[in-house]
């Protein structure tokens, strides 16, 4: 994020190493954003990218690979826009010339004594490792770059690791990847990723909560009734089947994604955007969900899995690579309360799930409804509470539901929308979200990206139903292509309260 300024300049020079090169993070998001990037003529003609993984491919194979998946991903999206249209050769070939490739094993030191000589071949003072790797990689990966000297930062050369979620797989192991990478490099060297960050949709929340003096008015307890937050996604697992089963949606989604939205809604005004300040709201917010007690988190959760819907697709159990008899949560609502001033009494929803019947990423908040008095002689028999929806994906946009009367002689109540459609006020460029997360990477700007308390604070807000679930692992079932099941619900009928339609 751009503190300050209206133009962003070009990131200073960098090498760009990237562990895990042939994996499909590089392939479907990275390389795509720092073609972005180099289109936008936001990077240095001295960025030097160097992919490091354990297959043999020449420097040349691999810029070639690069390309190809950069292509794919475009055709993807505008499947009618010509080859040479989607790579402007103007910004590929002088990219290309930097792109060169190290085959190396992980775990040997071999490989980062090449990495050194890389690095002082390409002449760039500035480093940066971006581990798109298997997380049981991120602590060894980090310990041999310091052994051979690689994290040793000096005045104009700094060395920044970039670590990809997930980022432990509860409060404990998330302390320990801490420490362990603490041990090894400052927090200023650490760039955790969560991609929900990089949405504009994302970052938006907080200019419009912050620059918008009529929200903080009503943006507590006195005027909000509860708040939903939705991650519904239409695609099942795919080819991640044996590290889905081993996740499930809680962990997969709830403790980054759906609590940096939760951040982005509830923080505290930040003295200001810089990392720090930021960073310092979202890990109070999130540190002030209340703890459940086994008991309170087995009751304020649901966690259901999909089995063949109407449309004939395999239930997840069907899907490759996950086990037959697997207990794996597809689907996840809860309920949390963030215990603060501004909060008490508030319930957040949330809810995600795979396989759902429309991808619909939303915030929905719910206002207090207006006394019904005045309308007590009318055949208007219920008011209808106002929402204020941020549609983070797609149809990225902001409306509120307002009653309106009906035109005629009866006194009848419709319900309008009041808001704005990204693409009617702005326009966008093709982007992975990512170019903005490697830009401020490579600038130096951390507000968003992860601190060691943001992460420790998330697992610490879900451990109570992971070690509730840990006893009680009966997951409920939901028809592919639904909008999930019925217990979720219950959770909120309970409260007197209904999810908004997905969609
Ligand atoms: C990833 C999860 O972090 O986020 C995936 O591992 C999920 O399971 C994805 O599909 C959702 O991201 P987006 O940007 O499509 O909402």
Redesign the pocket.
């Known amino acids: 994020m751009k503190r300050g300024k209206t133009t962003a300049e070009p990131a200073p020079p960098v090498s760009l190493f990237l562990f895990g090169a042939h994996g499909d993070l590089v392939k479907r998001l990275l390389m795509p954003a720092i073609y972005n990037l180099a289109r936008d003529g936001l990077l240095d003609p001295n960025l030097h990218i160097v992919g490091v993984d354990h297959n043999e491919v020449s420097d040349a194979e691999f810029a070639s690979r690069l390309k190809a998946f950069i292509l794919e991903q475009a055709k993807a999206k505008t499947p009618d826009v010509p080859g040479d249209q989607v790579i402007d050769p103007a910004v590929w070939d002088p990219l290309a010339q930097r792109i060169s490739y190290v085959t190396g094993d992980f775990t040997s030191d071999d490989t980062y004594q090449t990495l050194a000589l890389k690095l002082q071949a390409n002449n760039t003072a500035n480093a940066v490792f971006y581990l798109a790797t298997s997380p049981r990689f991120f602590t060894e990966v980090s310990q041999r770059l310091n052994r051979a000297g690689l994290l040793y930062e000096q005045p104009n050369a700094y060395r920044r690791v970039v670590v990809e979620?997930p980022f432990g797989s509860d409060l404990a192991t998330a302390q320990t990847l801490n420490a362990k990478l603490l041990e090894v490099m400052t927090e200023r060297q650490i760039y955790r990723i969560d991609?929900?960050l990089g949405?504009e949709t994302v970052q938006n929340i907080m200019v419009n909560r912050f620059s918008n003096g009529i929200f903080e008015a009503f943006w507590n307890n006195h005027y909000i009734d509860h708040v939903q937050i939705t991650?519904a996604?239409s695609?099942g697992?795919e080819t991640?089947g044996s590290f889905?089963d081993q996740v499930g949606a809680l962990r997969?989604?709830v403790p980054?994604?759906l609590f940096q939205l939760l951040a982005m809604v509830a923080m505290e005004p930040p003295a200001a955007f810089g990392a720090d300040a930021v960073r310092g709201e979202k890990a109070k917010v999130v540190g002030a969900i209340r703890a459940w007690t086994k008991e309170e988190a087995l009751a304020n959760s649901v966690r259901a899995q999909y089995v063949s819907g109407t449309d004939g697709k395999p239930g997840y159990r069907e899907e490759p690579r996950v086990d037959p008899q697997s207990q794996t949560e597809t689907y996840v609502a809860l309920k949390v309360m963030i215990d603060n001033w501004r909060w008490m009494g508030v319930p957040f929803y949330l809810r995600t799930g795979?396989r759902l019947s429309v991808?619909d990423?939303e915030i929905a908040i719910c206002f207090k409804p207006a006394p019904y008095a005045q309308f007590r002689d009318t055949s208007v028999d219920y008011i209808k509470p106002n929402f204020l929806h941020m549609q983070i994906?797609p149809d990225e946009g902001m409306y509120f539901d307002l009653q309106a009367k009906r035109p005629g002689p009866a006194l009848v109540i419709d319900n309008v929308k009041l808001g704005f459609a990204y693409k009617d006020f702005f326009q966008m460029q093709p982007s992975t979200?990512y170019e903005t997360l490697l830009y401020d990477c490579f600038t130096g700007d951390q507000t968003l990206f992860q601190r060691a308390d943001n992460i420790e604070n998330g697992w610490r807000a879900v451990q109570p139903f992971l070690d509730a679930w840990a006893e009680h692992d009966t997951v409920s079932e939901y028809p592919a292509g639904s909008d999930g099941p019925a217990d979720a619900d219950e959770l909120l009928a309970r409260d007197g309260r209904a999810w908004h339609s997905l969609g």
């Open positions: 979620k991609h929900y949405k991650a996604e695609v697992v991640r889905y997969d989604m980054n994604h795979k991808r990423t994906q979200g």
